[in-house]
């Protein structure tokens, strides 16, 4: 099959209360864009109804669309990646399945990426999330720009636009566990930002926890930044030299008052340890990442497993 202009990638889980809802103004929308298109589902090991009913869209509109199947559940990253591996055009865009990014706004990127930008991220206009939601995503915003120099200000929008030659980089890469807008920023010479719509999710629910959020901005700080190591190695140094400092104060006052009953009283030694010991095991924790993440990687197992592809050839 020849090579569309645009590759819309969509990674779905558990989403059969959206499906139709996207299908419905997904397609339009592209079909209005006046270019050739296809669109590339990845179905990431959903335990609802959405494998057959990508299937049925598939066997519906097979000359714009891809399916590829999981045989589990990989996550949405993983997903995206196996996107770009089956995905043939010349720019591809990224859209989650949920409907929060309308897919009317996909013409706004492409626009943009016209006047020369390889890679255009987009932030959300109006969000519709919860208050906690926003304001989570706003401290992460600050504290990942900080420490790893990647500026996208509103990292959590999965509505992105990418050249070829971007998508092509990152398929080289061989990280197991990585961030693809973050690692399509640093790989970028002329990226750009746009606004776009957002809205309340269609149906369903988020698969986005609490947890999962705080994990996810953990993963994008220890994999493109080494800063967390340094900073906990500054501190170190800090806490011994302010400790040692406040030692030899404690004593020289302790003698000028001629007091000899100790150092420290007791509670004084006791939140001390404590406060030691939470360093400690912080700084235990952060290097057991770097530590993990590197066990992963040496052991190069397949980051996704294919069940099947479903695509039409051409004779």
Known sequence: MSAPDLSVVIPVYNEEA??????????????????RYEVVFVNDGSRDR??????????????????????????????????????RGERVVTLD??????PEEIARLLAKMD??????????????????????SKAMN????RLTHIRMTDQGCMLRAY???????????????????????????NPAEVEVAHEERAAGESKYSLYKLIRLNFD???????VPLQLFSLFGIAVSITSLATYFVVIGGRIVAGKGDGLWVIWDRDILTFLLIGIVLFGLGL???????????VRERPRYLVQAVLERREP
């Open 287 to 297: 290097v057991g990442e770097y530590v993990g993440r590197i066990y992963q990687q």
């Open 50 to 87: 959405s494998a057959a009913m990508l299937r049925e869209q598939f066997q519906a509109r097979p000359e714009v669309t891809r399916v590829v199947l999981f045989n589990g559940n990989f996550g949405q990253h993983m997903a995206i990646m196996a996107g770009f591996e089956y995905c």
């Open 142 to 145: 600050r504290l990942r720009e």
């Open 115 to 136: 006047e020369g930008h390889d890679y255009v991220g987009s932030v959300r206009r109006l969000r519709q999330d919860v208050a906690w939601r926003r304001w989570a």
């Open 163 to 189: 050249s070829r030659a971007i998508v092509d980089a990152i398929r080289s890469t061989r990280e197991v566990s990585t961030y693809i807008p973050a690692l399509a920023y640093s790989f970028a010479q």
């Open 97 to 102: 399945a949920d409907l929060q990014n309308p």
């Open 220 to 226: 994008l700080v220890t994999g493109f930044s080494v």
């Open 18 to 35: 959206v499906l139709p809802a996207l299908f419905a103004r997904l397609y339009p929308a592209l079909d209005a864009l006046g270019r």
